[in-house]
């Protein structure tokens, strides 16, 4: 299926927004949506989906910001949130991943298991520059058949 052809309507279509806990989705989620989303560095700071309009000019976009996650399951309720919205997900529906450069390998299972979810995926990279500060430098191509790009925030 050509995902990079689906026109976005916001009444079929949705961006749900996952990745792991402080990874930078609120942050980008209020960016986007022009929302004020409740972010900080600590574990718990998202415990239920947000739900914003992102608008280009006459496209607009449902986005939900979930609870960050480290895989598909888990027990906590924020957990069981995520994992029921992206498992039943609906047609029309892409997947924005955010991932912190700094913690790559932390984010990959997930990342894994939601591209196995057969929906047009996009992986925002956050904290790039909290890396490059460390002396690395970020060279990673995501090369997955249903994964549709990357880009860096």
């Not at 700071?45 to 986005?63: D, F, I, N, P, R």
Request: glycine fraction near 8%; aromatic fraction near 6%; proline fraction near 3%.
């Amino acid at each position: 299926m050509d995902h990079s052809k689906t026109a976005l309507n916001p009444k079929t279509s949705r961006m749900l927004m996952a990745g792991n806990p402080n990874c930078g989705k609120s942050t980008l989620f209020n960016r986007l949506t022009g929302l004020r989303q409740k972010t900080g560095n600590y574990h718990g700071v998202t415990v239920e989906k947000a739900e914003g309009l992102l608008s280009h000019g006459e496209q607009s976009l449902k986005v939900l910001d979930l609870p960050g996650a480290f895989s598909l399951g888990g027990n906590s309720e924020d957990k069981q949130i995520t994992s029921r919205v992206l498992i039943n997900h609906q047609e029309g529906d892409k997947i924005l991943f955010v991932m912190d450069a700094s913690l790559a390998e932390r984010s990959l299972q997930f990342l894994l298991q939601i591209l196995e979810l057969n929906v047009p995926v996009l992986v925002a990279v956050t904290m790039k520059d909290v890396l490059e500060k460390k002396g690395y430098v970020w060279n990673w191509i995501l090369s997955q058949e249903n994964s549709e790009s990357y880009f860096n925030t």
